[in-house]
């Protein structure tokens, strides 16, 4: 995959993507950054990104003529890329997006700068992502966030005992409690089920406690799950025994 960064801020790209899984990435092959400045696309002397709002108010907005200039020699000689703007009106960022990303084989990202982006760039774009309800300086990190969670489901990008099949958020459901050694920890032990070795009985447990887990902490969670008889009667039954205000998980 060829991942082409638009950004004022090209060396904030430095860190992140040179580390880890996305740094063996890179190194096998599986992905391409390529980071472009575009103020290295202006014409004037003065290297001028920004301007005033036409119409009056607060704050600056982002020339087009850099962006989609930048844009044009970002998308010269490679097979066509599917062009995303990072902004705060995007839409929210999700699993599902990063599966339909990492499913494209060029993808070129459009970073902002705590100034809006004149209106007419968004002929350009194909799609517009938030990665959620707060305030960043600019969309580097976001498109760092991006990146990250696309990588990672490109096959061979995780070593061969991870698979990106079998995470959480691929069933949206919180996961269950983990524990290793040692047993007991200041006082505190392991749940005697999982040294019991009995595997039908481990896995029923780490299901409720999947469940359970979700009900407490992402309610919204829960109306994608399809769950059978038997789980519903649990989860109604261990809430029913949670008195209100109590945020302790029952076990
Ligand atoms: C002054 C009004 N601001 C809107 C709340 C304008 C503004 C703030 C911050 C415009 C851009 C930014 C910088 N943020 C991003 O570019 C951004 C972002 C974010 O702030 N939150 C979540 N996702 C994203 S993606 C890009």
């Known amino acids: 995959?060829?991942?082409?960064?638009?950004?004022?801020?090209?060396?904030?790209?430095?860190?992140?993507?040179?580390?880890?899984?996305?740094?063996?990435?890179?190194?096998?092959?599986?992905v391409e950054f390529r980071i472009w400045n575009f103020r290295d696309f202006t014409t004037d002397k003065h290297r001028t990104v920004d301007d005033v709002p036409y119409g009056g108010g607060d704050g600056m907005v982002l020339k087009p003529e850099p962006i989609i200039s930048c844009l044009k020699a970002v998308q010269r000689d490679n097979p066509p890329g599917k062009v995303i703007l990072l902004t705060p009106q995007g839409e929210l960022f999700k699993q599902a997006i990063a599966r339909e990303f990492a499913a494209e084989e060029h993808l070129i990202l459009i970073c902002g700068h705590y100034e809006?982006?004149?209106?007419?760039?968004?002929?350009?774009?194909?799609?517009?992502?938030?990665?959620g309800d707060y305030v960043l300086t600019g969309g580097e990190l976001a498109a760092m966030?991006?990146?990250?969670?696309?990588?990672?489901?490109?096959?061979?990008?995780?070593?061969?005992?991870?698979?990106?099949?079998?995470?959480s958020f691929s069933e949206n459901i919180l996961e269950y409690p983990q524990y290793t050694r040692p047993?007991?920890?200041e006082g505190m032990?392991?749940?005697d089920v999982l040294l019991s070795g009995h595997h039908a009985r481990i896995n029923d447990w780490r299901r409720k406690q999947a469940l359970?887990?979700?009900?407490?902490?992402r309610p919204d969670l829960l109306k994608d799950l399809s769950?059978?008889?038997?789980?519903?009667?649990?989860?109604e039954e261990k809430l029913n025994e949670t008195t209100f205000g109590n945020r302790e998980e029952v076990k």
């Open 1 to 30: 995959m060829l991942l082409q960064i638009l950004t004022l801020f090209p060396e904030m790209f430095n860190g992140p993507l040179r580390c880890s899984i996305i740094k063996r990435a890179q190194e096998q092959g599986l």
């Open 116 to 131: 809006g982006f004149d209106e007419r760039i968004r002929a350009w774009v194909d799609r517009e992502i938030s990665i």
């Open 145 to 167: 966030v991006v990146s990250d969670a696309v990588i990672r489901l490109i096959p061979g990008a995780l070593g061969s005992d991870t698979s990106a099949q079998d995470d």
């Open 183 to 185: 047993y007991e920890f």
């Open 189 to 191: 032990t392991v749940p």
């Open 212 to 217: 359970l887990r979700t009900a407490l902490r």
């Open 227 to 235: 769950l059978s008889a038997a789980e519903q009667k649990y989860l």
